[in-house]
């Protein structure tokens, strides 16, 4: 069992509809919860990050955390063509040598249609 | 602008050709990382460093080597690429002690 699951999609939603994209884990040792968003031929760029359970709002975004169930969202809301791109769960633990290893879910591909 | 340049952004090459893929960073970031991107596996890490002359194997190293003889370079070295090491790969770094990666553009490689 991986311990970061995401469905792969691919998801295809009209403009301004909401998404709402997940990510499950099994690692307790999670401390930080992060989106990363990728487009076509790019590198991944950060998106949101959280620490702790419950919502983080940025513009049309929001990152919920559930530790209690191990479960992390990412709502967009009036989405946009411009949204479209595949999006990342990461997940972070600290090393025995005080770094940060971030484990990532393998991404769902969103295409929002005009 | 502060970023991550990797360098050659495309390379085709064959089996067995020894090849450097470079990586470098202008934020004065004490951590980098190596990962390869494959579907279905998401990203994945090969190597990283804590800072210069400090590095360590990710969760899949085979094949790799790395160093890190100046802060702001981060080299990957595929002493003798195969095949299955035909992947996107990326280069990140960050602060240390900071969550937040940042990546690179990628660089795409094909092993005959």
């Known amino acids: 069992q991986k311990e970061v699951e995401q469905d792969p999609g691919p998801l295809s939603v009209p403009e301004g509809a909401i998404v709402s994209l997940n990510c499950t884990y099994s690692?307790?040792?999670?401390?930080?919860f992060m989106w990363y968003r990728q487009y076509s031929r790019k590198g991944p760029e950060l998106l949101m990050y959280?620490?702790?359970?419950g919502n983080k709002e940025d513009g049309r975004f929001t990152a919920q955390v559930d530790k209690s169930s191990k479960y992390i969202s990412l709502f967009i809301r009036d989405s946009q063509p411009s949204d479209s791109a595949t999006y990342l769960c990461?997940?972070?633990?600290?090393?025995?040598?005080?770094?940060?290893?971030?484990?990532f879910g393998t991404g769902t591909q969103l295409k929002v249609e005009l | 602008e502060a970023q991550v340049t990797q360098n050659p952004r495309y390379l085709i090459t064959v089996t067995g050709k020894k090849l450097t893929v470079t990586c470098s960073q202008n934020?004065?970031?004490?951590?980098m990382s190596w990962y390869r991107q494959d579907p279905g596996l998401g990203l994945r890490q090969i190597y990283y460093?804590?800072?210069?002359?400090?590095?360590d194997k990710g969760d899949v190293p085979e094949g790799y080597k790395v160093s890190r003889k100046e802060k702001r370079n981060f080299p990957l070295i595929l002493e003798s690429p195969s095949p299955n090491q035909t992947s996107l790969y990326f280069c990140?770094?960050?602060?240390?002690?900071?969550?937040?990666?940042?990546f690179g553009p990628g660089t795409r490689l094909l092993v005959l």
């Open positions: 990140a770094s960050s602060l240390w002690g900071k969550e937040t990666q940042y």
């Open positions: 690692n307790s040792a999670f401390q930080y």
């Open positions: 959280t620490y702790s359970s």
């Open positions: 990461a997940m972070s633990t600290q090393t025995t040598g005080g770094g940060n290893k971030l484990t």
């Open positions: 934020m004065n970031h004490e951590y």
């Open positions: 460093s804590m800072n210069v002359e400090v590095t």
